[in-house]
């Protein structure tokens, strides 16, 4: 048995799973599964599907594939470039050589179509650009008799009748009781979640303008491994099962580690808002989450 193989069944143990157990979650047969542990790499389909197989097994019991492929790259066979699958590939057919007469005439023949674009082009321009000229024509004439009727009609109009008509149509000027009528809004108490740093799969965040700080974990789909801790140690380390769920208040926290296992099938809520994995879930399936919380009395 190899160094990586007891540290994987080590990983497997410590987490309660029988080889039955990781081959419903991994999909993996028992037998390749036996063989990782073992060191007994020869009766893998082949070195690509053997490296596929660590890779789902370091995941499924909580374990970065990243930092084992590193650690024991040397238990690990490495990659043939004859096993890896290829895309089957479509032979072209040989081009049946044509006349110099006809090639002359298809290259000729876009070089006449922009030609001919170009040119209804312009012509829309041009059409466009005469149209706008007489509308604005016409409007401005239109105004200007407009101004004549309405000088006219003014003239003809008695100003105390005007200063009247003013004075009843005039609204009454808003009062300081109206001002003092609107709503004070109010401030979220989800808290706002930003960004500090990134290097998959490790990530820092940094959460404010709230004064809680409570998390729901759930798992959705398939069986996954989540860690919380703090500086002092573990907070919440545990395999949630399809289904199973865990609150955590952390609202007395400064700064609070997430290790997820198994991403896709983790669900997390903080303050009741859904939380986004700052890495693509399909593609960093183990990421490390790092949250510092600042309340509104540290602000």
């Not at 081009?95 to 040119?119: D, E, G, R």
């Not at 960004?195 to 974990?217: C, G, H, M, R, Y």
């Not at 199973?244 to 896709?264: C, H, M, N, R, Y």
Request: proline fraction near 5%; hydrophobic fraction near 35%.
């Amino acid at each position: 048995m190899t160094e990586l193989g007891n540290r994987l069944k080590q990983a497997r143990e410590e987490k309660g799973l029988s080889l039955e157990d990781l081959q419903t979650v991994t999909k993996i047969q028992k037998r390749y599964l036996i063989g990782i542990e073992e060191g007994n790499y020869s009766i893998m389909p082949g070195q690509f599907y053997a490296r596929a197989f660590i890779r789902q097994y370091s995941e499924a019991v909580g374990l970065d594939p990243e930092l084992i492929f590193e650690e024991y790259k040397n238990d690990i066979p490495a990659n043939d470039k004859d096993e890896i699958p290829q895309l089957s590939r479509v032979k072209t057919r040989k081009q049946v050589p044509t006349s110099s007469k006809n090639t002359k005439v298809f290259n000729f023949i876009p070089k006449v179509l922009m030609f001919l674009a170009f040119v209804a082009v312009v012509a829309i321009i041009y059409v466009l650009f005469q149209n706008w000229g007489v509308g604005s024509s016409s409007d401005t004439q239109e105004n200007n008799k407009n101004v004549v009727i309405d000088n006219a009609t003014s003239e003809n109009e008695d100003p105390d009748e005007n200063e009247t008509e003013d004075a009843e149509e005039k609204p009454p000027e808003p009062t300081d009781e109206a001002e003092e009528e609107k709503p004070v809004e109010e401030k979220p108490t989800t808290g706002t979640l930003t960004e500090v740093s990134s290097n998959s799969p490790n990530a820092t965040l940094e959460l404010k303008d709230t004064d809680k700080f409570e998390v729901e974990i759930a798992a959705e789909g398939r069986n996954t491994w989540v860690g919380v801790s703090n500086a002092d140690g573990w907070l919440l380390n545990t395999e949630l099962k399809d289904g199973d769920s865990e609150t955590l208040d952390l609202s007395k926290e400064a700064e609070v580690l997430f290790t997820v296992g198994w991403v896709p099938a983790t669900k997390i809520k903080i303050n009741g808002e859904a939380f986004e994995f700052p890495f693509p879930v399909n593609d960093v399936t183990t990421q490390r989450v790092t949250i510092k919380f600042v309340s509104n009395g540290q602000q």
